[in-house]
């Protein structure tokens, strides 16, 4: 039986994708195993839901080092004790530094609530409301040094409708990270990523054949 990736979780707040990451790992439809959680908000609802299925909890405050490299040499210091195989932002604030990056090349992932390259940044659901597109979505891709501009993984198209507000999209689209961020650590685990050229080929992937998507809809054209 193959070994189970090993992940670490960094968390800010809810932690609602770290649940569904777990959930996904106890139905067995993700075959890995969450080391530990580390979080920088020793409130965050996430550390509650992580104890209550019995990982391992860490809490690095922010104000608790004297620079960025100091906090992120600890992180790589928590992982590599742990042997985590691969790294997961799941609503952590801090931008990572580049000797965090450096210590885990092409093994870090994120998610982003919008389609990137469109969007990057904060508030992606508010932006794409304020741009007037009538798609947006989700993206999981490699973290790099850049904002939200690494190989891109897996993504999910989310329609926008004229009533929407931010909480509405956003609500969608959340369930839509809920599906695709396991999704894509799951890709990870079975060795079917495969990054070059700032792009990222899905091993023995099926020829997408989904229909074209309008919005509005077409009428007879």
């Known amino acids: 039986m193959a070994a189970l ?5 960094l968390i800010s707040g809810n932690g609602s994708n770290l649940q569904s990451i777990i959930d996904h790992i106890e139905k ?3 075959k890995a195993a969450i080391k530990i959680v580390i979080s920088n908000n020793p409130d965050a609802l996430g550390i509650t839901r992580a104890k209550k299925h019995g990982i391992q909890i860490a809490v690095l405050k922010n104000d608790d080092f004297k620079s960025k490299e100091d ?4 992180l790589i210091n928590i992982f590599k004790k742990n042997d985590v195989d691969l790294v997961i932002l799941a609503g952590f604030t801090r ?3 580049a000797g965090f990056l450096q210590a885990f090349p092409h093994k870090i992932m994120n998610i982003h609530p919008a389609l990137l390259p469109s969007f990057p940044g904060l508030h992606g659901q508010k932006q794409a409301l304020e741009y007037g597109v009538k798609f947006t979505g989700c993206t999981v891709h490699f973290v790099d040094e850049g904002v939200d501009t690494g190989p891109i993984i897996i ?3 989310v329609h926008v409708s004229d009533d929407d507000t931010v909480e509405t ?8 990270e809920h599906r695709i961020y396991p999704q894509a650590i799951q890709f990870y685990a079975a060795g079917r990523l495969e990054v070059k050229d700032h792009k990222v080929k899905l091993k023995s ?4 054949s989904s229909p074209s998507l309008h919005n509005p809809s077409l009428t007879g054209f």
């Open 5 to 9: 990736l090993k992940l670490g979780v």
């Open 28 to 30: 067995g439809s993700l």
């Open 71 to 74: 906090f992120d040499s600890e």
């Open 95 to 97: 931008i990572l530094t």
């Open 155 to 157: 993504q999910s198209v």
């Open 169 to 176: 999209l956003a609500a969608r689209i959340l369930k839509e």
């Open 205 to 208: 992937a099926k020829k997408y």
